[in-house]
């Protein structure tokens, strides 16, 4: 298994900075965080989600930067972190072709969330944009991949394999996230990872607690270092052996506990101490 790390980790470092930073600590790869900030977001502090500096824009000259800047640093592009919503088609397409462009083989699509609407009613719009998307997938020799994601309507592996189950796992897969899956979705691994099958195409690597209120009441989830928190790295990775997973570890930490390139260099190590 190759690590990686997802680019919406590193907030206060510029794409430039990012790339280095990864190669220096010993990284095999680089996820891209594709995706346009609010030109309102720009005078804001870096953030995760808000003002990050570590953002391509979804253009071709961009795509063209994430593929020099990868290559200038000896790093693949296992995917692409896109922020496509259901139904929107014309998005899906420019970012397989920014995918081209960059060298990467997938890129991330959502599954949607039930909000005014019903799981049922939900599940059958995404089927629906998925059947489109796998058509856009085979004319571009690109991947769609929907993440198990808390507050969507894939939080665990059991309903992500529900809606993909009838397309072709070379087109469509799982971008498998225990983290996550911490928060709404928790299965035990080995049990989800043999269900997924062919459709276990990529993984991310972050870690999720629990916090107990101090008058005591429901428990609130949140962000966690990767040493200190639900998931269990090493059962989980024997697990994915244990399926012949051999494919990438993506981190993607929103812990904050430090600074961003302390943050890279001390998750590797673990990953590696937890992988042996």
């Not at 944009?129 to 969507?152: D, F, G, Q």
Request: contains cysteine; glycine residues 8%.
């Amino acid at each position: 298994m190759k690590i990686g790390v997802f680019t919406v980790m590193l907030p206060d470092l510029t794409p430039e900075a990012a790339a280095a930073a990864l190669q220096a600590a010993g990284y095999d790869g680089i996820e891209w965080r594709v995706t346009r900030t609010a030109a309102e977001r720009l005078r804001e502090a870096p953030s995760f989600w808000g003002n990050n500096y570590c953002t391509l824009a979804p253009t071709a000259e961009d795509a063209q930067r994430a593929r020099t800047l990868a290559a200038a640093h000896s790093l693949a592009l296992p995917s692409l972190g896109t922020y496509i919503p259901v139904g929107d088609l014309q998005a899906t397409e420019n970012a397989m072709r920014f995918a081209q462009i960059a060298g990467a083989p997938q890129i991330r699509v959502s599954a949607g969330a039930i909000q005014d609407t019903t799981y049922t009613q939900s599940f059958k719009l995404a089927r629906t944009y998925l059947a489109k998307v796998a058509e856009l997938a085979e004319r571009y020799h690109i991947k769609a991949l929907i993440e198990t994601h808390h507050r969507s309507i894939v939080p665990s592996a059991s309903l992500a394999y529900r809606l993909v189950s009838d397309f072709d796992p070379q087109q469509i897969g799982v971008l498998y996230d225990p983290g996550n899956m911490v928060y709404e979705g928790f299965e035990a691994y080995r049990l989800g990872l043999d269900l997924l099958g062919p459709y276990l195409s990529h993984v991310h690597i972050k870690n999720g607690a629990f916090n107990r209120p101090v008058a005591g009441g429901v428990w609130a989830p949140q962000a966690a270092p990767l040493e200190d928190g639900v998931v269990d790295f090493p059962d989980f990775f024997a697990a994915l052996r244990g399926v012949g997973y051999d494919g990438w570890l993506v981190v993607e930490d929103f812990s904050a506990t430090r600074p961003s390139l302390d943050t890279l260099h001390h998750n590797i190590g673990f990953i590696k101490q937890a992988l042996a």
